[in-house]
């Protein structure tokens, strides 16, 4: 047992995804606690300059694996590399970004491992050896305050964009320590045979500003203006499920309980009225905008500045006024 | 091909509103619903039963005993069998716990080919047990499923599209497999008014731990939780009043005044 912390680097063709960094923070928020040392792993081919990011990211040592077999994400593999390193090494914790696959992975290893298990948490502390982790059940209604006594492994997943991206150093130094994959080819029950990235618009689940669109917008025509306002402010596109089962738009925009969890620093809702699950997926935002015709509307209570009007007239004047003065 | 779903029974957050908090809506005789992934999950094995020529849908859940509800719904849509894991030493347990369980009761059914869960459950929220079920029978896992390409009996494997956050993945697997499916793969069918009639009377199998050769006292979590609510945000909307040209002035400079940009 060591009081050392464990981060899992997670990439996209050995590019550090956002949540790494993120992921990074919490570690060394633990490891401060806790008295050790952050360990990051890296797994995958080609990722020796990944392993040199993580270590100017804050990690103290790498381990690297880069198997073929590590190629893409599988869970399998990852999992079992992952639960490898720690029975030869246990650390306090392992920590990965509650990404979908940073999520399964903790999972995995939690099972493998017989540690427990705090997913999704927004909050993280240390007090007497415990690690502490706040997560949101009941689609938010609910707050869990989860005490882990420890002293063996514990394993986290942070939620995205609640822990500021560790900043980067010029000069790190530190070991990258090779190891094997745990598992042969044969041994893992899955093979990738195809990506098709989705199209190049601003993912919900990261972005800085979303800009949702509701029932209000009355037709598949009436999200363009919404759309716009989007583009004008560099945000991804939002919607209510009223607007989505409509089908005036795909499912992969909605937010709330049934959809996506987003947590922006500016959410703009436009012609939503706050239903409870709706805001289940958008209460958390650091500033939430609300256009709304109906002044009694819900979304007001939870909105910092409120525009009561048409959203057919305001949106676009909106759109004007940040490309006037964001340009 | 046998195939199980794991069903879970969870809180209606429906019913939730300014009267009904989250506490309040977890206490005993509140709504109860079919955990609303679930559904999806139901209806995939349903379909893999029916179109991929699998033999028998098994409907699984672990929870207290009125959770045979949620199961007579899975019957009520088609499912031939339905077992509940039910047992005093497993309230307050885990996810790990509910995966001991689930796992044991999977290679207790036997001879599953593919299991089948939904991608989270609404109360827990963790993401986590199709996981760890996998990774406690040592059977791959297959998340996020939008779409089921081929399902090869015979080759014993299958083709599916995951819905990734930057895309699509194709990925084989090879059975047995733990799949999770998301809304995209399938709308979940209505019971009939036949299947309702007929679940209503069908026999519930439910196994304690002991049934499983569990031990309680291995099951105890690792942690401890208390539940409370949410601090109600303080926020004091400001509204910005004015022609719409004035209230976008008005806020963008506000929302650039106080760096919220
Ligand atoms: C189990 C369950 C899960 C659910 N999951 C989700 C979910 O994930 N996400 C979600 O969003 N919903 C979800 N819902 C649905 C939710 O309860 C609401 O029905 C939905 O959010 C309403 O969408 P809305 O605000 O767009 O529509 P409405 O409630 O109809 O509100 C439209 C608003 O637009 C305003 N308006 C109309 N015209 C104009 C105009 N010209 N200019 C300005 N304002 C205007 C109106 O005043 C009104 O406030 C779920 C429901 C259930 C039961
Ligand atoms: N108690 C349970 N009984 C049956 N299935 C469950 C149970 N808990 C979780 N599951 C399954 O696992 C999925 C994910 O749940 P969770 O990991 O709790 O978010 C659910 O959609 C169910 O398919």
């Not at chain 1, 009941?138 to 989860?146: C, D, P």
């Not at chain 1, 514990?154 to 609640?162: G, N, P, Q």
């Not at chain 2, 009904?20 to 609303?36: E, F, K, S, T």
């Given at each position: ?182 598992l042969a080819e044969d041994a893992i029950g899955t093979k990738i045979v195809g990506f098709e990235p989705a199209a190049a618009t601003i993912s919900l689940g990261g972005a800085r500003v979303v800009v949702s669109g509701g029932r209000a917008v009355g037709g598949p025509d009436g ?105 | ?233 303080e926020v004091q909307c400001e509204f910005i009043a004015g022609t719409p040209a004035e209230q976008a002035a008005a806020l963008v400079t506000k929302l650039l005044e106080q760096k919220i940009l």
């Amino acid at each position: 047992m060591t009081n050392d912390i464990l981060v899992w680097i997670e990439h996209t063709d050995a590019q550090a995804d956002t949540i790494s960094w993120e992921a990074m923070t919490a570690a060394a928020g633990l490891a401060a606690g806790t008295g050790g040392a952050v360990r990051a792993i890296v797994a995958g081919p080609s990722t020796r300059a990944l392993a040199e990011a993580a270590l100017r990211h804050g990690a103290a040592s790498v381990f690297a694996a880069e198997d073929a077999s590590l190629a893409g994400f599988r869970l399998e593999a990852a999992g079992a590399l992952v639960a490898g390193l720690i029975t030869a090494h246990p650390p306090a914790a392992f920590v990965a970004g509650a990404s979908l696959r940073g999520l399964e992975l903790s999972a995995w290893v939690a099972a493998r491992c017989g540690a427990p298990l705090a997913a999704d948490v927004t909050d993280l502390s240390v007090a007497n050896g415990a690690i502490i982790a706040l997560r949101p059940t009941l689609a938010g209604n609910v707050i869990s305050k989860v005490t882990m006594p420890g002293p063996s492994t514990r394993v986290i997943s942070v939620r995205k964009r609640l822990f500021p991206g560790a900043a980067e150093v010029e000069n790190a130094t530190g070991d990258i320590t090779p190891v094997q994959a745990a598992l042969a080819e044969d041994a893992i029950g899955t093979k990738i045979v195809g990506f098709e990235p989705a199209a190049a618009t601003i993912s919900l689940g990261g972005a800085r500003v979303v800009v949702s669109g509701g029932r209000a917008v009355g037709g598949p025509d009436g999200f363009k203006p919404i759309r716009d306002l989007a583009d004008a402010v560099g945000g991804a596109l939002g919607a209510s499920r009223a607007a989505v089962d409509a089908g005036w738009i795909p499912y992969a925009h909605q937010v709330g309980q049934t959809g996506k969890t987003v947590q922006p620093d500016l959410y703009i809702a436009c012609g939503i009225s706050g239903a409870i699950q709706h805001l289940a997926g958008m209460k958390t935002s650091k500033t939430i905008v609300a256009i709304n015709k109906d002044p009694e509307a819900p979304i007001f209570k939870y909105a910092r500045f409120g525009l009561v009007g048409d959203i057919f007239q305001i949106v676009p004047a909106l759109a004007a006024e940040f490309r006037k003065r964001l340009s | 091909m046998n195939i199980i779903a794991l069903v879970k029974q969870t809180p209606d957050t429906a019913k939730l509103s300014r009267t009904l908090n989250g506490l309040q809506l977890m206490a005993d005789g509140q709504p109860r619903i079919v955990n609303p992934w679930d559904e999806y999950a139901l209806e995939i094995a349903l379909q893999l039963r029916d179109k991929h020529g699998g033999k028998k849908v098994t409907a699984l859940s672990l929870g207290r005993p009125e959770a045979v509800d949620a199961l007579r719904t899975g019957l009520a849509m088609g499912a031939d069998e339905a077992i509940l894991i039910s047992d005093p030493g497993l309230a307050g347990t885990d996810t790990l716990g509910t995966a001991r369980a689930l796992a044991a009761a999977i290679k207790k059914i036997g001879a599953a080919d593919i299991i089948v869960a939904g991608r989270s459950a609404i109360d827990g929220n963790s993401a986590a047990v199709p996981a760890q079920v996998a990774a406690l029978l040592g059977l791959p896992l297959v998340s996020y499923v939008a779409a089921l390409k081929t399902v090869d009996t015979a080759g014993r494997s299958l083709i599916v599209a995951r819905a990734l956050e930057g895309g699509r993945e194709t990925v084989t697997a090879r059975l047995p497999v733990v799949i999770t499916v998301v809304k995209e793969i399938a709308e979940p069918r209505y019971p009939s008014f036949m299947g309702i009639r007929k679940a209503a009377k069908a026999p519930i199998t439910t196994w304690a731990l002991k049934d499983l050769g569990l031990d309680p006292a291995a099951l105890v979590p690792q942690m401890t939780w208390e539940a409370f609510l949410p601090e109600m945000r303080e926020v004091q909307c400001e509204f910005i009043a004015g022609t719409p040209a004035e209230q976008a002035a008005a806020l963008v400079t506000k929302l650039l005044e106080q760096k919220i940009l």
